[in-house]
């Protein structure tokens, strides 16, 4: 089993950037991917950005340019840093593992509010 923490959410001002932070423990020798999603109320779920042990990364388009995922120097840690964050950013931002049996692990959810 793999766990996932979040943390850094918040509000935040239109223009302004935030860092988001998700901790694992657990099996993580286990885990080939991580990622951010997010879902806003009344959507589904999306993906936001994904780094896989390789360091090879992909981003949601509405989100390229602006986001960087990128992995700490501790193998169990993973970031996301949101520059010129919108009010359509607006969403709960969730940690996501994938372990090397296709099964997902998923952290508890960061609440993010961009807002003037």
């Known amino acids: 089993q793999v766990q996932l923490v979040e943390s850094g959410g918040g509000l935040v001002q239109p223009g302004g950037s935030l860092r988001l932070s998700c901790a694992a423990s657990?099996?993580?020798?286990?885990?080939?991917?991580m990622g951010w999603y997010r879902q806003a109320p009344g959507k589904q779920r999306e993906l936001v950005a994904r780094i896989t042990t390789g360091n090879i990364t992909n981003y949601a388009d509405s989100v390229k340019g602006r986001f960087t995922i990128s992995r700490g120097n501790a193998e169990n840690t993973m970031y996301l840093q949101m520059n010129s964050l919108k009010p359509e950013d607006t969403a709960v931002y969730y940690c996501n593992g994938e372990d090397w049996n296709n099964d997902a692990y998923w952290g508890q959810g960061t609440q993010v509010t961009v807002s003037s």
């Open positions: 657990g099996r993580i020798f286990s885990i080939y991917a």
